[in-house]
Every structure is written in C-alpha cells, then in structure tokens.
C-alpha cells in the first residue's frame, strides 16, 4: 500500500485499539511532539462515528422496510391481523 | 457477521415471530401499536449491534430480544410517570451521535454524495463482517484489494468529513 494509505491503518489501528504495544507507544510518542497528528487522530474518530450512525440508520431503514411489508403484503394478512387484535379494545 | 440477503431474512424471521410477542405485551401494559412498534424497532437495533454484529453471547435469543423490549418498556413507561428510571442501562442504545451540529448534514451529505464507500465501511465498522465477506458482498476479488480499498474510503470519507465541518462552521457557529 501507499505511505499515505499505511500511514491511515496505522491511525485506525491507534485508534480502534489493535496497534501492538510498541508501535502504540510509538504513536502516543508522536502525539506528543507533532499536534497535528492529534487533530488527524480526532477527525479519524470522528469519522468512524459517522460510519457507525450511517450502519445504524442503514438498519433502521431496513427494519421499517420490513414493517411495512408485513403489514402491506396480503400473503402476511393472518400476521397482521394477529398483531392488531391485541390493540382492540 | 451477516450477509445483505442474509440480514433481511434473519430480520424478517425475527419480526414474524417476535413482533406479535413484544405487541402483546405492549398492548397488554396500556401502549399503543406505534409504542409497541417503536420499542420493537429499538429492541432490534440493539439485539443487532450487541449479538448479530457484536460478540455478545446468549442461549436464547428468543428470550433476550423480549427482555431488551420489556426493558425498553419499562423505561418509557418510567419516563411517562416521571419515576425514577431503572438503574441498569446495559440494553440502552449506545449514544453514537456527537455533540457537533454539523454531524447530520455531513451525514445527509455522505448518504447521497460517498454512498458506496460508506457501505463499504459501515460493514466493517458498524456490521462487524470479516475482511472475505466484505470483499464477497462488493465484488473484490480478494481480501487485499478490499483492504486497500477500505483505506481509500477511509482517506475519502475522512477527507469529506474534513471539508463538510469546515464549511458548516462558517455557518453553524
């Protein structure tokens, strides 16, 4: 891989705690010295958030998917029937 | 650990047959059918990311799923009363949302504008599938160049993240 794209698995392995011990230390060193890589490290984080609330809403998007075919489809007519009867009154 | 088709189908058992358990209960505690839906939604969520992504290990699933719910339940439930919550918080939703304004529309920007790379991660970071199965779901022949293509959204992505935050300061701030 390019320096550049090595130099972004070191960041994600730092960040996602799969660096071996004493490139770490290494790092830790460098964040030390060099405060830009402290910005690059904090932006990496950030970007895995967004990565993680991007799956989330992914599945989210997939459950209310399936909702609405169970209670749209009328192959799952008995389903849905069943699932309306406890909320009769 | 799951595949695209994989997933709906695993989803769509899961909600047959769970769905009328949890909308019972609901139903039968005094909710309404969008609070049984919505705490069912929630449940799923979290069954997903702690024991179909994550790597947490239970005997039944069946079992767990219903108390994720009950305890979602519960909390609304509390919260409506305005007594005091339930101490255990291990089936809450992990807060994944950062405190930036910005991060919504960054998101909204990256679902439309960087959506194959941010596919490509989020099975990797949020649907924890292994390097071969990423590669498989995508079509790359083989766990490198996946790998290198994950570092290159990576790049991309944080580029874009980059970017968008500097541009919505100006605004936001």
Same mark, same amino acid.
């Given at each position: ?5 090595n130099?972004?698995?070191?960041t994600d $392995?730092y960040v996602n +705690? ?6 770490a ?5 460098? *964040?030390?010295l060099?405060? &830009?890589?402290g910005t690059?490290?904090?932006? @990496?984080k950030r970007?895995l958030?967004?990565?993680?609330q991007?799956g989330? !809403?992914? *599945?989210?998007a =997939?459950? !209310? &998917?399936?909702h609405k075919q169970?209670?749209i =489809?009328?192959q799952? =007519?008995?389903?849905? %029937? *069943? /699932?309306l009867?406890f909320f009769?009154? | 650990?799951?595949?695209?088709t ?12 769970m ?6 209960y ?8 969008d609070?049984?839906? %919505?705490?069912?939604h %929630?449940?799923l /969520?979290?069954?997903y990311e702690?024991v179909?992504?994550?790597d947490?290990e ?8 219903? +108390?994720?719910a009950? @305890? ?7 919260q =409506?009363?305005?007594l005091?919550?339930i101490?255990?918080?291990?089936f $809450?939703?992990?807060? !994944?949302? %950062?405190?930036?304004p910005?991060?919504?529309k960054?998101?909204h920007?990256?679902q439309?504008?960087g959506?194959?790379?941010? &596919?490509l *991660?989020s099975a990797?970071y949020? &649907?924890?599938l292994?390097?071969?199965d990423?590669a !498989?779901?995508f +079509?790359y022949? +083989?766990e490198?160049s996946?790998t290198?293509q994950?570092?290159?959204?990576l ?11 500097l541009?919505?300061a $100006?605004?936001?701030?």
């Open positions: 891989m390019r320096t550049s794209l130099n972004t698995k070191i $392995d +705690g799969v660096l071996p011990t004493s490139d230390l290494l790092m830790e060193a460098r *964040l030390i060099n405060p &830009d890589l690059e490290v904090n932006l @990496h970007t958030n967004i990565v993680r991007y989330r !809403e992914s *599945l989210r =997939q459950i !209310e &998917d399936i169970l209670f =489809q009328p799952h =007519q008995s389903f849905k %029937d *069943l /699932v009867s009769k009154r | 650990m799951v595949s695209t994989s997933r709906e189908q695993l989803l769509t058992e899961l909600y047959k047959s769905f009328p358990v949890v909308a019972k609901v139903a039968r505690m005094g909710g309404t059918f609070d049984a839906k %919505d705490i069912f %929630d449940a /969520v979290v069954y702690k179909i992504a994550g947490f239970v005997s039944n699933n069946k079992a767990y799923l219903t +108390g994720i009950k @305890h979602l339940w519960f909390k609304k439930f509390n =409506q009363t305005e005091k919550s101490d255990d918080n291990s $809450d939703i992990a807060d !994944e949302a %950062d405190e930036q910005s991060t919504k960054i998101l920007y990256l439309t504008a959506k194959r790379c941010m &596919d *991660l990797f949020y &649907d924890k292994a390097m071969r990423v !498989e779901k +079509g022949a +083989g490198r996946v290198v994950k570092y290159k959204c790049e991309k992505v944080r580029e874009t993240v980059k970017q968008q935050s541009e919505y $100006d605004f936001v701030e």
